[in-house]
């Protein structure tokens, strides 16, 4: 009889401890991906990508982190006060239906992210790219006081590259977002041939905005036939799992050249490839 009532009280406690676990789990992975995507939208806050939330014409990936990091940080801010103001109103919450099925929901999905982020991180080291007739170098942001950083690190990756495959052309594509002064393919070959790499060796691509579009359009500009087409592609380290997906689907056989990200963004890029990879695993197609 005691030891049954031992056993009963011990169980009921590790399953109270469990649950206790998973809430705290949750609500701390909630509560850093919801930082993460305030840090990605401070980071990228201006007047144009502002307006441009409201009038369409913002990249999904601005207006979703936006979104998100709005939605995500009131309801821990919530949480924090109830269970510092309020615990009979935190208990109970805890206790209700709509709290076990949002657990049962937000652990499957915390899951999910754990599994696909490590895939992103897996692919940041790719094998070494082997020679190509073409070197395409993904664009990225350009602000009036010049390249972004993460921009730059990608066009040094590509300048060694194509210095060291002195045959290959190199594709710079990028087109103008609404708070860049210039295409991102002009400002990229600028400073390519500015390193002396010779202009009759790049080939502008500056129509795209998505990495979708810098793929399908820069195959265009290629005699590429029906085959699968082997191309070294240079882009940041946590954007190469979504882009060899969208690469195989534009008819490429990708290689790449992983240029780094500085380690203060790297988190929340790497939170927001996450939500990039999921739109454009369904989005993403011809």
């Known amino acids: 009889m ?8 011990f169980m ?9 676990a998973v809430d705290l789990a949750i609500y701390i992975g909630w509560t850093g991906v919801g930082l993460l995507n305030l840090l990605f939208f401070a980071v990228h806050a201006n007047s144009a990508n502002l307006a441009g939330i409201f009038t369409g014409s913002a990249s999904l990936s601005f207006a979703f982190m936006s979104v998100s990091a709005f939605a995500m940080l009131p309801a821990s801010a919530f949480i924090i006060f ?21 657990r049962a929901v937000l652990a499957v999905f915390a899951a999910f992210f754990a599994i696909v982020v490590t895939c992103i991180i897996m692919a940041s080291f790719p094998k070494p790219a082997p020679p190509t007739q073409e070197i395409i170098i993904l664009g990225a942001h350009v602000s009036e006081d010049g390249l972004s950083a993460t921009l730059h690190s990608r066009l040094v990756k590509g300048f060694e590259h194509a210095s060291a ?11 103008q977002g609404l708070d860049e002064p210039v295409s991102e393919a002009a400002a990229m070959r600028d400073f390519l041939v500015s390193q002396g ?3 009759d060796r790049i080939i502008i691509e500056d129509k795209s905005h998505n990495t979708f579009e810098n793929l399908i359009n820069s195959r265009g500009l290629l005699d590429a036939g029906s085959e699968p087409y082997p191309i070294t592609i240079v882009t940041s380290e946590f954007h190469i799992f979504r882009t060899a997906m969208i690469a195989g689907r534009v008819g490429f056989q990708p290689h790449f050249i992983a240029a780094g990200t500085p380690i203060g963004i790297l988190p929340s890029c790497y939170s927001r490839e996450f939500f990039g990879l999921i739109k454009s695993y369904f989005a993403d197609r011809l």
Do not use: D, H
């Open 197 to 199: 790499l010779s202009e």
């Open 165 to 175: 495959n002195p045959g290959a052309k190199v594709i710079v594509s990028g087109g």
């Open 2 to 9: 005691l030891a049954q009532f031992i056993e009963n009280t």
């Open 12 to 20: 009921a406690s590790i399953k109270k401890t469990a649950a206790l």
């Open 82 to 102: 109830c269970a510092m103001r309020r615990r009979p109103l935190l208990t109970k919450l805890r206790g209700s239906l709509q709290w076990r099925l949002s």
